[in-house]
């Protein structure tokens, strides 16, 4: 099982400036998925001016959150299998980034942590907690990008 103290952001993409997940970005989120066995997992604090109202997170930080997260545990995801077909084949192709293919975020429905894929794809299933309840969920379809894509080689 691995175990990994640093976070696949500051690994991958220590000069990453997005707002959700980018190490560089001081002003951003800062989130950080650590590796803990099999899964990926992201433990982030908000502070008051995350606030939509009193007490409650604004919906796009949500948003941002299971993103983010969700795009590096595709990306992870992704990167190993290009390893162990690397491995079977003799060959591999440079995986640079996951880009959403679609999402659908439902407030307090129940959902599990999943992972799977095909091809240049994964399904990934996010669950926000806070105080052990379920704020929040997303299942999203990630799609490995290819050269042409703005994002190619970015990091």
Not at 2 to 13: D, F, G, I, N, V
Not at 80 to 87: G, I, N, S, W, Y
Not at 134 to 145: G, N, S, W
Request: one cysteine or more; aromatic letters at 6%.
């Amino acid at each position: 099982m691995l175990t990994m103290t640093q976070s696949l952001q500051e690994r991958y993409a220590p000069t990453n400036a997005c707002f959700g997940c980018g190490p560089a970005n001081e002003r951003g989120l800062r989130i950080r998925s650590l590796v803990e066995g099999d899964e990926v997992v992201c433990t982030w604090q908000p502070d008051k001016m995350h606030e939509a109202f009193p007490g409650v997170l604004n919906g796009g930080i949500i948003g941002a959150l299971l993103d983010c997260h969700c795009n590096w545990t595709a990306a992870f995801h992704l990167m190993k299998v290009q390893e162990r077909r690397a491995a079977v084949h003799g060959h591999g192709r440079v995986f640079d980034q996951a880009a959403a293919a679609d999402a659908d975020r439902r407030p307090g429905a129940p959902a599990r942590a999943g992972r799977g894929s095909e091809g240049d794809r994964a399904r990934v299933t996010g669950t926000l907690t806070a105080n052990g309840r379920v704020c929040a969920t997303c299942d999203r379809l990630f799609v490995a990008v290819r050269e042409g894509h703005p994002a190619f080689h970015r990091w």
